[in-house]
T-cell receptor
Framework: KAGVTQTPRYLIKTRGQQVTLSCSPI?????VSWYQQTPGQGLQFLFE???????NKGNFPGRFSGRQFSNSRSEMNVSTLELGDSALYLC??????????????FGSGTRLTVV | AQSVTQLGSHVSVSEGALVLLRCNYS??????LFWYVQYPNQGLQLLLK??????LVKGINGFEAEFKKSETSFHLTKPSAHMSDAAEYFC????????????FGKGTTLSVSS
């Protein structure tokens, strides 16, 4: 079956712009989480959505937002981009929101470069 | 606050040697614990997870980990390293009892030489 699909794979944006990243979870998975990966900070949790509701949120500024649609697809948005937002953004999905029971399946990520 | 410490950012072994990657966590409640592997330019792949029950957990590709509550450790081992095991490995703990919102360690890069 198809895995977690993230689009686009690569993105270059200018400081001050905004960006939207997309994630399609595995069919049947209703939980979607987003993580930011940078060389300095490592992997950091952004937020988690389950059945269109945000259940958990990490320690990121309000410029980072997300949403989940009724088909479980999710988008995250970053407004007013800063150089420090350059990172690999990973999306992960899980069955029934029980990541502890089933683990997460990660996508290959979107590599965002802010110039 | 929960945190994960991976001792050693880089571990080098010879092919056929034992692999030991160390992970310690701090948690006020019994945690969900995970090991993930990341190959270059790819996402993370789940190796194994501990939820409840047996403390020795077997995962994919011959890896296993033992949950030791008294030591707050969840070290990853593999009896015999293979060249294809070269990758970055991440230990993670959940922020809540649903097992979501993972906190990751900084990662350990495993190099395997022939």
């Amino acid at each position: 079956k198809a895995g977690v699909t993230q689009t686009p794979r690569y993105l270059i944006k200018t400081r001050g712009q905004q960006v939207t990243l997309s994630c399609s979870p595995i069919s049947g998975h209703r939980s979607v989480s987003w993580y930011q990966q940078t060389p300095g900070q490592g992997l950091q949790f952004l937020f988690e959505y389950f059945s269109e509701t945000q259940r958990n949120k990490g320690n990121f500024p309000g410029r980072f937002s997300g949403r989940q649609f009724s088909n479980s697809r999710s988008e995250m948005n970053v407004s007013t981009l800063e150089l420090g937002d350059s990172a690999l953004y990973l999306c992960a999905s899980s069955l029934e929101g029980a990541g502890g029971q089933y683990g997460y399946t990660f996508g290959s990520g979107t590599r965002l470069t802010v110039v | 606050a929960q945190s994960v410490t991976q001792l050693g950012s880089h571990v080098s072994v010879s092919e056929g040697a034992l692999v030991l990657l160390r992970c310690n966590y701090s948690s006020s409640v019994p945690p969900y614990l995970f090991w993930y592997v990341q190959y270059p330019n790819q996402g993370l792949q789940l190796l194994l997870k501990y939820t409840t029950g047996a403390t020795l957990v077997k995962g994919i590709n011959g890896f296993e980990a033992e949950f030791k509550k008294s030591e707050t450790s969840f070290h990853l081992t593999k009896p015999s390293a293979h060249m294809s095991d070269a990758a970055e490995y991440f230990c993670a703990v959940s922020l809540n009892q649903a097992g979501t919102a993972l906190i990751f360690g900084k990662g350990t890069t495993l190099s395997v030489s022939s």
